[in-house]
């Protein structure tokens, strides 16, 4: 049995060794071309223009449409990693509240907690997707 194993290890390695591979040489690509794709990359990457509210008050008696409820989190997961970043964490609920096709977000509550299962350290926040009227 182990002969058997032995002769089909060999065969497959000397079947690999035997195969030859073409390779095109590298073409010279125009400046056009990197311009481009760097282009796309920085319209997708930005983040939607989502307006803050810290309280209903900050709203000034503006009419506005509650769409739902948003969060967003950020764990540290080792003492010795980044501590988490209340800035990721709003940037989070932008994107949420964006896709659920607000152009506001009403922070509710943040915290930073300790001592949870899997994070050494996580903030998390909640909110309101809103949309405000202009």
Do not use: W
Request: include cysteine; proline fraction near 5%; glycine fraction near 6%.
């Amino acid at each position: 049995m182990r002969l058997i194993t032995f002769c089909l290890l060999a065969m497959a390695l000397a079947g690999c060794t035997a195969q030859s591979h073409k390779t095109k040489p590298l073409q010279a690509a125009t400046p056009v071309q990197h311009a481009t794709p760097a282009k796309k990359m920085l319209t997708n990457t930005t983040s939607p223009s989502i307006a803050i509210y810290n309280s209903v008050e900050a709203l000034n008696g503006k009419a506005f449409l509650a769409l739902g409820g948003v969060s967003g989190n950020d764990c540290q997961i080792q003492a010795n990693d980044f501590p988490p970043n209340l800035v990721n964490v709003r940037q989070q609920m932008q994107k949420r509240a964006a896709a659920l096709s607000g152009n506001a977000l009403l922070m509710q509550s943040c915290e930073v907690l300790s001592g949870l299962p899997g994070c050494y350290r996580e903030a998390t926040c909640q909110g309101s997707a809103i949309r405000v009227a202009e």
